[in-house]
T-cell receptor, first 118, second 113 residues
């Protein structure tokens, strides 16, 4: 149980392109989903917290107009990287958690999306 | 500022050689400590949650313990398939009222046959 699917797993695109990444909870309803970014040999850095039906909460330093997050249903959240540039190249990982916004349930992670901007 | 520090950064063991990974933390209000395993090119896989000092959890060759300042992940008689990066994260409540995880940088474990 507690499976999170992330798609696509790998994207290469030209500078200026917008890229959408999907995160789905397959066997549970996720009131809250999270988006992380991970650089090589570094840990996960939280970008934003997404609650179903409301606006995402972004971490300090993360441009909300650059990284658009939509959490329209209890099983799907999307991250759109708008007008991507080479510095946006990274490993993006989503997670989802069952239960209310304040919960002791663990976050379950997708397998990430490797984004490369040429 | 909430901080999580993991040591060692990397650890190389022979198969069967037991050891421990450390996670020390400084947070304003702990709402749980989580251990995850991450394989290269994959997302983290949940292992354990610990909530209070003195708590212990076990799963196969892994045992996690928690004190007021740190957590240990003990690996008993490891096998090559235990090779991975082990991440520690603390859950804190932010000023919006929501919770978030603060991750350490991980310990890269390599177990040689």
């Amino acid at each position: 149980g507690a499976v999170v699917s992330q798609h696509p797993s790998w994207v290469i695109c030209k500078s200026g392109t917008s890229v959408k990444i999907e995160c789905r909870s397959l066997d549970f309803q996720a009131t809250t989903m999270f988006w992380y970014r991970q650089f090589p040999k570094q840990s996960l850095m939280l970008m934003a917290t997404s609650n179903e039906g409301s606006k995402a909460t972004y971490e300090q330093g993360v441009e909300k107009d650059k990284f658009l997050i939509n959490h329209a249903s209890l099983t799907l959240s999307t991250l759109t990287v708008t007008s991507a540039h080479p510095e946006d190249s990274s490993f993006y990982i989503c997670s989802a958690r069952d239960g209310p916004a304040v919960s002791n349930q663990p976050q379950h992670f997708g397998d990430g999306t490797r984004l490369s901007i040429l | 500022e909430d901080q999580v520090t993991q040591s060692p950064e990397a650890l190389r063991l022979q198969e069967g050689e037991s050891s421990s990974l450390n996670c020390s933390y400084t947070v304003s209000g702990l709402r749980g400590l989580f251990w995850y395993r991450q394989d290269p090119g994959k997302g983290p896989e949940f292992l354990f949650t610990l909530y209070s000092a003195g708590e212990e959890k076990e799963k196969e060759r892994l045992k996690a313990t928690l004190t007021k300042k740190e957590s240990f992940l003990h690996i008993t008689a490891p096998k090559p398939e235990d090779s991975a990066t082990y991440l520690c994260a603390v859950q804190v409540i932010v000023d919006t009222g929501f919770q978030k995880l603060v991750f350490g940088t991980g310990t890269r474990l390599l177990v040689s046959p």
